[in-house]
């Protein structure tokens, strides 16, 4: 049987597909095994894996169940039918949804998935101020962001570690009220066993090795995918030189920045000094 091979990035349609795939085959399972599970027929299974044919919610939560995908395949699906969404991070947002490591760096803002509703929102509410986004867009992104917070609440959540700018605790999004309510939520996630939280202080002796926001995603398998994003655009990196570059460089900046302690009590300096 002929097997197409799948460009995750040559469209929204093989992207789903290629995720698709790759979590029935983690399986062990043919085409035909998941359609008996699902209900469906194997010719509809394979023109959905290679993006011959768009498909439903129904299908695609009746997939996550299949799967045990939890709602990994539905976040892609939601996100990439949206028009509000830089190219390339609803496949990122589905990626982080099975990732059992999330590494992070955020130069600007507090990582979206230790961010609060209303910090969320007021990000949101300024694109649409600005004109970048209406405010159907932002509302959809608000609520795609608490649909992949959802991976937080799991039995066995992923190990996120995440480092910031300390301009990032100093920024006041929203206004003090929304700003103070978020970095109590910040300091309570900090404490928790599975959040490593660092700030990279402005003392800082070398330049941060980043300037935008990155992401390093570790999955059960070891292997890891790399995200980051310009203004207009989301890229999923998958070269492996570059994404161990990217390791590297990370550690760095883990050594470099505040211990996970220091980084608390800075956390709660600013806080008590809004």
Not at 264 to 273: N, P, S, Y
């Amino acid at each position: 049987m002929n097997r197409k091979e799948l460009d995750p990035t040559s469209s929204p349609r093989e992207s789903f597909g290629a995720l698709l795939r790759s979590s029935r085959e983690a399986l062990g399972w043919t085409q035909q095994k998941l359609a008996e599970v699902m209900g469906y027929s194997d010719s509809y299974i394979s023109a959905v894996e290679t993006g011959r044919k768009s498909t439903s919610r129904d299908f695609v939560r009746a997939a996550d169940k299949a799967l045990g995908t939890g709602h990994t395949l539905e976040i892609m699906w939601v996100g990439m039918r949206k028009k509000g969404f830089l190219e390339g991070f609803p496949e990122h947002a589905a990626q982080e949804a099975r990732a059992s490591e999330i590494r992070v760096y955020e130069p600007v803002l507090v990582p979206g998935l230790l961010q609060t509703k209303a910090y969320a929102s007021a990000i949101e509410a300024a694109a649409v101020d600005r004109g970048n986004s209406t405010p159907d867009q932002a509302d959809e992104r608000v609520r795609f962001l608490l649909a992949r917070q959802r991976l937080l609440k799991r039995a066995e959540p992923p190990v996120i570690h995440a480092v910031i700018d300390e301009g990032v605790l100093r920024r006041p999004v929203g206004g003090a009220a929304t700003m103070r309510a978020q970095l109590d939520h910040l300091a309570e996630m900090a404490s928790r066993p599975y959040v490593v939280f660092q700030v990279a202080p402005y003392s800082s002796a070398e330049p941060m090795p980043f300037r935008s926001v990155v992401t390093l995603l570790t999955f059960v398998d070891r292997s890891v995918v790399g995200y980051t994003e310009s203004a207009d655009q989301g890229y999923v990196v998958r070269e492996d030189k570059t994404v161990r570059e990217w390791e590297r460089a990370y550690d760095r900046l883990r050594v470099e920045a505040l211990t996970r302690a220091a980084s608390l009590a800075l956390i709660r300096k600013a806080r008590k000094e809004l």
